[in-house]
């Protein structure tokens, strides 16, 4: 009788499962699941404030990606992102209010030519002065353009904020209700973070992640091995930029609204703080980063008087957080999550030792 | 535009250059003794300044000039605090994680202050020993007029600064902050107490940038964003001026303000002046920058492979 | 300054440029070449892959059934063994687990085991407790024994009466004819299948690399009719000319007119005291340096000549020329497998979006270029480190990454910036033999600089001295040695000690 026993070996659907792409797929599921809950039962669970709570916290990991990737791969900063992501969104106000007839496409295409244009600048900027003192530029390039967002009145409403009243697309185009036009939006912005999400990863693994890295080490070898400076600090910089720029678009097209006071350095911070709590390499890292820092207080604590009414104990905590992670733990949550896992078999190795012996 | 303009206007940046010179001698004593730079300066300086108001609202019949000393003090110990407690742990840290640290103090800082000095809107009224003369005088046969404050702003500002000079120059400690500026380890070597050093530094910065807010806040409305802008542009001025010295980023201190207050005049700029100070500013600044990438007074040093 | 010296050169400047815009397209050319040819192999071996998971997916499904008959219609004694197989592994774990307890407890009870349970060194069990183990020991076993005898009695129990049997036999044997009927029907299929797009894509492939190589040689015969009009020629079996090459910082200077000639296919050697400007002569070649005057001239593995100053410092890995650092220059966050990549860095070709869509061509092009990574590794000697970040690892292991690394980027000149330094006598015989082999298996022109006498006399084929900047000799290790001014300067003369340095 031949070995005729069922082999499991090579089994494809426990291969499929352990890509990280599952993962990434899992997360989407889950906050669709909650839209389409909260669809069923009429917005009783979750609630819309809470479901906005994801869509911001949504909105900006597509902006915590491209930093990460700029800060994880080239190891470049850039506290410019806030005055991107509200340029990306003043510029869909503006073109929506006042040219009505323009088709969304157009302007994402535009909001991301700008971006890349700008990032090109910050990119050149970047190649002649250093790390550091790059950080001090971009800082003062966030305080411009938050001044430009309070003071031209005529681009973008000054401190009174700018509004748009239709959701683009689903109720401009297929004059869907308020309500059921932003539930629809929601469950795009997740097929489109979940999809940015895996294009990213692609693009980290990539030759380009590859060589970013590189430059980030050893400028000497990367050059030496072929690696153009220029070309990929620019890189970086576009990337960053145009994510940015989207996520602005994005915000707009959900919330309908913005305020110059929402595109300080705090939200530059506030991203800086994601992606280093997250794990500055790690995309679900920045994720969750996002999630802790955006949207504890809008999705959990609201319900908690004491955090609803002094918001700054949030924000203290994640400025002792932001500390705490760059001098113990510089791989964020991600290595947290490995010493965890680390430590947990560390420890299951030492009581199955003190149980059972030595196994020979 | 005339030349009394001209000179009016130079005049009148001179309270702002002073400001601006004490924040930067502030920022480039932390930097070049600690390799960091400290986004947290604008909130130590404005932290400074509330304690002055709330020491000078809480007890009335305190002199103001003592009020400013108390408020010196209240930031001259956080400086002292942040660099003990933080910087110091972090020391092995690259100068960019370092400066992540400061960034997540600023992030505290800018959230708590608010909640401790939560009465600061009733104490701002002006006037409290609040000079608003105007002076006038002639310069090379032309009137020009200053402000009493701005006049002892500046006075204030550069006797101070002639005194850290001079206490760099011909004291012990001023030895030690140039050694440790140097080179840290060679100076730890050499017997120099580099941790006093660098916490006097951070504390003699936050003292000296408080006087900053002091003049910038006089006669305003406080708010936590009172040196916000300050800040930024006094991180310019250092970068301008170059990192690589201590009188250096003086240069930056004065060509900022300058440049500001041209680019604002509306005789030469049109009556929209106001709304594009800012960014012209910055972008004469930034190509500055850009064309003297180590500071105008920098060097460049070239990495051996 | 530098962007004369092709005109120099060549005479006319069109022709320069003329020929650059050649060479990029030849470079192009070549790699496209490259990858093509590796993709047939692979596509081969991923439709061969595929083929078989095919058939065995098929397969499994298709033993499902068949294994229950089997089980009915073999002989008791086999069923039970097939029982007892699969049963087996769990209750021996069972066991084992049930056996170490004990162990450990009588330990414990005897007290000779330390606070984390481990056994004190050389302390052991005392007689009664080991009769008690292998009690448990013979009780287990027994265990087995007794259930090999139940499951033995079950099968015996149900096997199938005679007719039963025959009919069983005869659906089992229809079954399993009917599963090696489908097996092969669809083995032919997907053969058949994969037959038609191996060839259409092999030809595909082929076809283009017919039109590039059609096109690669009009490129390069139009290079070397070029060539026919410089001005001045280099030799066949020069490789590098360096023609009163200078480097000033400022005042210093570091190279001061410094001309010589590497052969093509020899080990060459640069030698010189401390500060010699050794590593600016390196720096300048490969253009990290600008130099402030003078001529380089490489011959590139086609043939062609190239005045090196100008190219920047990221073109000059694609004309063939790698260098080594002095203090390694690896990539710490990545594994040594994914440093060597970064060497083979200008043999991608794949665009921004394919690799933000991780598009068939890309994964080949990377599963191409890693087959090429793991021979390089397996080359040198470090193929079982391949996954692991270069962080702690011994000094000798990142100077071979580093020389592995040159070899990823197929290098035409491979230049080697003190190879020898921190090694153990050891690893710098080791790392002799690996040169060796290089410029054998290879045809590589080695270039390096040392300060280990005995590694340079005894690989080098021709040497140059260098002090302050300026050429003291030139020639074979026996005339270096044997140079006046060479000894004076580096190696001292025999009855003056080695303190006679300058």
Request: with cysteine; net charge positive; proline share 3%.
């Amino acid at each position: 009788m031949e070995n005729s026993v069922l082999t499991t070996r090579n089994n494809p659907v426990k291969k499929a499962l352990r890509h990280p792409f599952s993962g990434f797929i899992s997360i989407g599921a889950a906050l669709l699941a909650l839209q389409i809950i909260a669809m069923a039962n009429g917005g009783k669970w979750p609630l819309s404030s809470t479901l906005n709570g994801f869509a911001q916290v949504m909105i900006f990991a597509i902006v915590g990606y491209g930093f990460s990737f700029l800060l994880g791969y080239a190891g470049l900063a850039s506290l410019g992102t806030a005055g991107f992501v509200g340029l990306g969104a003043y510029l869909t106000a503006y073109v929506l209010k006042h040219y009505p007839g323009v088709p969304y496409i157009a302007i994402l295409l535009g909001v991301l030519a700008v971006s890349l244009i700008l990032g090109l600048v910050v990119g050149f900027i970047s190649l002649r002065i250093e790390g550091i003192f790059l950080a001090i530029v971009t800082l003062g390039l966030s305080e411009i353009f938050y001044q430009i967002f309070n003071n031209w009145i005529d681009f973008t409403n000054g401190p009174n904020g700018a509004s748009v009243t239709k959701t683009p697309i689903f109720q401009t185009i297929l004059g869907m209700g308020t309500t059921d036009s932003r539930r629809a939006f929601f469950i795009l912005l997740v097929v489109i973070t979940v999809g940015l999400l895996m294009l990213t990863y692609n693009l980290g693994r990539s030759r380009t992640g590859r060589a970013m890295l590189a430059m980030k080490n050893s400028t000497s070898a990367a050059q030496a091995m072929g690696i153009s400076l220029l070309r990929y600090r620019l890189l970086a910089f576009l990337i960053s930029t145009a994510y940015a720029g989207f996520a602005g678009v994005l915000f707009m097209s959900y919330f309908k609204y913005a305020a110059p006071q929402g595109y300080t350095i705090m939200l530059s911070l506030n991203i800086l703080a994601a992606v280093l709590i997250g794990g500055s390499r790690s995309l679900v890292g920045t994720f969750l980063g996002t999630f802790i820092v955006f949207g504890t207080n809008t999705i959990f604590l609201q319900d908690i008087a004491l955090f609803r009414d002094n918001p700054w104990i949030i924000n203290v905590t994640i400025g002792i957080v932001i500390i705490l992670v760059v001098m113990f733990y510089r791989g964020g949550l991600v290595q947290l999550a490995q010493n965890t896992k680390q430590t947990f078999n560390n420890l299951l190795n030492g009581w199955r030792m003190y149980r059972y012996g030595e196994d020979d | 535009m005339s030349i009394q303009a001209i000179l009016q206007t130079i005049i009148n940046s001179l309270p702002t250059i002073g400001r601006y010179a004490l924040v930067t001698m502030g920022i480039v004593l932390i930097f070049r003794t600690t390799a960091t730079t400290n986004f947290a300066q604008g909130l130590i300086a404005t932290f400074g300044t509330f304690t002055i108001s709330w020491a000078a609202y809480t007890y009335t019949d305190l002199n103001l000039w003592i009020c400013l000393l108390i408020g010196m003090a209240a930031a001259f110990l956080l400086g002292m605090f942040v660099d003990v407690a933080l910087i110091r742990t972090a020391r092995h840290i690259t100068p960019a994680g370092k400066q992540m640290i400061t960034m997540g103090v600023m992030m505290i800082l800018v959230n708590v202050i608010p909640v401790v000095f939560r009465d600061i809107t009733l104490w701002n009224k002006p006037g409290k020993g609040f000079n608003a003369d105007i002076v006038s005088f002639t310069l090379f046969g032309m009137p020009m007029n200053i402000t009493y404050m701005g006049l002892l702003s500046f006075s204030l500002a550069v006797g101070l600064l002639a005194a850290v000079f001079a206490a760099l120059k011909f004291t012990k400690w001023g030895l030690g902050v140039r050694a440790t500026a140097a080179n840290e380890t060679v100076a730890q070597m050499l017997g120099v107490n580099t941790r006093v050093i660098t916490a006097f530094s951070w504390a003699l910065a936050g003292a000296l940038a408080t006087v900053g807010g002091f003049f910038t806040g006089a006669g305003t409305a406080l708010n936590v964003t009172l040196m916000g802008n300050t800040q930024v542009f006094g991180f310019l001025a250092c970068v301008l001026g170059g990192f690589g010295s201590f009188p250096a980023p003086i240069l930056g201190a004065i060509i900022i303000p300058l440049v500001y207050n041209f680019a604002g005049n509306p005789a030469l700029m049109g009556p929209d002046a106001g709304m594009w100070q800012n960014m012209i500013t910055f972008i004469v600044v930034l190509l500055l920058i850009l064309i003297f990438p180590n500071g105008l007074l920098g060097r460049k040093y070239v990495k051996k492979v | 300054m530098a962007k004369t010296t092709d005109t120099r050169y060549f005479g006319d400047p069109r022709e320069a440029r003329k020929r650059r815009r050649l060479f990029e397209r030849i470079e192009r050319l070549e790699a496209e070449i490259q990858i093509a040819a590796g993709s047939i192999d692979l596509r081969r071996r991923l439709l061969a892959e595929d083929v078989d998971k095919q058939l065995e997916r098929l397969d499994n499904r298709l033993k499902k059934p068949l294994y229950q008959q089997e089980m009915a219609l073999a002989t008791a004694e086999e069923a039970a063994a097939e029982q007892l197989r699969l049963k087996l592994p769990g209750i021996q774990k069972k066991q084992r687990l049930a056996y170490r307890k004990k162990r450990q407890d009588l330990r414990r009870q005897e007290r000779l085991l330390d606070a984390r349970g481990r056994l004190l060194p050389e302390k052991a069990l005392s007689a009664s407790s080991q009769a008690a183990l292998d009690q448990l020991e013979a009780a287990q076993q027994q265990e087995i024994k007794d259930l090999e005898t139940r499951l033995l009695q079950q099968a015996k129990a149900s096997r199938l009466g005679p007719e039963q049997h025959q009919a069983a036999l005869a659906r089992y044997e229809a079954g399993m004819a009917d599963k090696e009927k489908r097996l092969k029907e669809l083995a032919g299929r997907l053969n058949r299948q994969q037959e038609a797009r191996m060839t259409a894509f092999t030809n595909k492939q082929q076809e283009k690399i017919r039109r590039f190589e059609s096109s690669l040689k009009g490129y390069q015969e139009a290079l070397l009719k070029s060539e026919q009009t410089a001005q001045h020629h280099l030799p066949e079996d020069i490789v590098l000319r360096l023609e009163g090459l200078s480097m000033a910082f400022g005042g210093l200077k570091a190279v001061d007119n410094l001309s010589f000639d590497v052969k093509k296919g020899e080990i060459f050697g640069l030698i010189g005291p401390n500060g010699a400007g050794k590593t600016t002569v390196f720096n300048c070649i490969t253009q990290f340096y600008k130099p402030t005057a003078g001529d380089i001239y490489y011959r590139t593995h086609e043939g062609n000549v190239l005045s090196l100053n100008n190219y920047d410092v990221h073109q000059i890995i694609r004309k063939g020329i790698v260098r080594t650092f002095q203090n390694v220059e690896l990539i710490y966050e990545l594994t040594i497998l994914e440093n060597l990549l970064i060497a083979a860095h200008s043999k991608y070709h794949g665009s921004f979006f394919s690799q933000l869509m991780n598009t068939r061509r890309v994964r080949e092009e990377e599963m191409v270029l890693r087959n090429q990574a793991m021979e390089v590794l397996s080359y040198c000697g470090l193929a079982h480190l391949k996954d692991i970040p270069p962080l702690g690892l011994p000094y000798g292991i990142l100077k071979r990454v580093e020389l592995a690394r040159t070899l990823m980027a197929g290098a035409n000149l491979i230049i080697l910036d003190e190879p020898a330094a921190g090694l153990n006598e050891q690893e710098t015989i080791e790392l002799t033999q690996l040169i060796r082999k290089i410029q054998k298996d290879f045809g590589a022109t080695i270039f390096l600089v040392e300060h280990n006498m005995g590694l340079v006399m005894d690989l080098c084929d021709h040497i140059c001295a260098i002090s302050f900047g300026k050429k003291l000799a030139y020639g074979t290790p026996r005339e270096i040695q044997n140079d006046k001014l060479v000894q004076e300067a580096y190696l001292g003369t025999s009855d003056e000690s080695e303190l006679e340095v300058i």
